[in-house]
């Protein structure tokens, strides 16, 4: 059912999630004295397994009627992948996170530890690629390749649009539908008023939602290029070198970095 359990209590193994999380201040004020304990006790395992994952703690039920509550995050594929993997391993760091949990809590009784696996609709993407068709063999396609084995849905212009599609509407919900936009800036980039045009739309979604959505990545020799686009200048950028593991590498760590900033 694409949910990973990584520890479960007494009683039937089976539950349903029964209604919203626990509210924001008083997850705080649990999770704050949670982390005091598991650094004290230097469970450093557990610490990691709640840093890592944007936990929740919800009510919920098992087909017996039995009420408690569920440690649970909902994570995007290529942390689930991650988790699932390491299963085994995670189950004491899980358990030992649980019994804290009762611990600061009284009021908590958390039966399960677990993380889903977070599906996006047909209409949402992790990452739009935006790059001049010039690029396409060269960068575009390894990069492509790479998120996607990574588990980054990824809107890619050959894939997304297809034939008799409106080539405009189809951009346009890439870009409205995406989380991050990589751009490729090239000289190639610099001729072609398609991918131009796609930047420009991703930096005005990117000033009105007040958030970090477009991502430089520059081609060889394409440093000086910034100077046509002032609202990339401003920004960090990566350098190209054929090597999409960089790309996917930074890519965790903003995601990461933002999910905790939301946290």
Same mark, same amino acid.
């Given at each position: ?8 209590? %007494?009683?039937? =193994?089976?539950?349903? +999630?029964?209604? @919203? ?5 008083? &997850?705080?004020? !649990? *999770? ?5 304990? /598991?650094?004290?006790?230097? +469970?450093?395992? =557990? ?6 994952? @944007?936990?929740?703690? $919800? ?10 509550? !569920? ?8 942390? $689930? ?31 399960? !530890? ?13 990452? *739009? /690629?935006?790059?001049? %068709? ?9 990069? $492509? ?20 599609? =409106?080539?405009?509407? =189809? ?6 539908? #995406?989380? $991050?936009?990589?751009?490729?800036? %090239? ?26 959505? !477009? ?10 290029? +910034? ?8 920004? &960090?950028?990566? +350098? ?5 593991? #960089?790309?996917? %590498? ?8 933002? &999910?905790?900033?939301?946290?």
């Amino acid at each position: 059912m694409g949910t990973v359990v990584l520890h479960h209590g %007494s009683g039937a =193994s089976d539950f349903v +999630l029964d209604g @919203p999380p626990i509210s924001r201040n008083t &997850k705080e004020g !649990v *999770f704050r004295n949670i982390v005091d304990i /598991l650094t004290a006790r230097r +469970l450093e395992a =557990s610490l990691k397994l709640l840093e890592g994952a @944007p936990f929740e703690v $919800y009510p919920a039920i098992n087909h017996f009627g039995d009420e408690f509550h !569920v440690l649970y995050a909902e994570v995007p594929l290529f942390e $689930y992948e991650v988790i699932r993997n390491k299963q085994q391993s995670l189950k004491q760091a899980a358990c030992n996170l649980a019994e804290v949990i009762m611990e600061v809590a009284d009021d908590l009784y958390v039966r399960f !530890v677990a993380v889903g696996l977070q599906k996006l609709n047909c209409s949402e993407w992790v990452v *739009f /690629l935006c790059h001049a %068709s010039d690029d396409k063999e060269m960068v575009a396609q390894p990069i $492509y390749q790479a998120l996607t084995e990574a588990g980054f849905r990824c809107w890619y212009d050959e894939i997304e649009i297809g034939w008799g599609e =409106s080539l405009v509407a =189809s951009i346009n919900a890439g870009l409205a539908g #995406s989380r $991050y936009v990589i751009v490729v800036v %090239s000289p190639s980039m610099a001729k072609k008023k398609w991918a131009k045009k796609e930047l420009q739309s991703a930096l005005h979604i990117e000033t009105e939602a007040g958030k970090t959505i !477009v991502l430089p990545l520059l081609t060889e020799g394409a440093e000086e290029l +910034l100077q046509q686009f002032p609202f990339l200048a401003e920004k &960090k950028y990566l +350098l190209w070198e054929g090597n999409p593991a #960089s790309v996917i %590498s930074e890519l965790r760590g903003l995601w990461q970095g933002q &999910k905790n900033s939301r946290s």
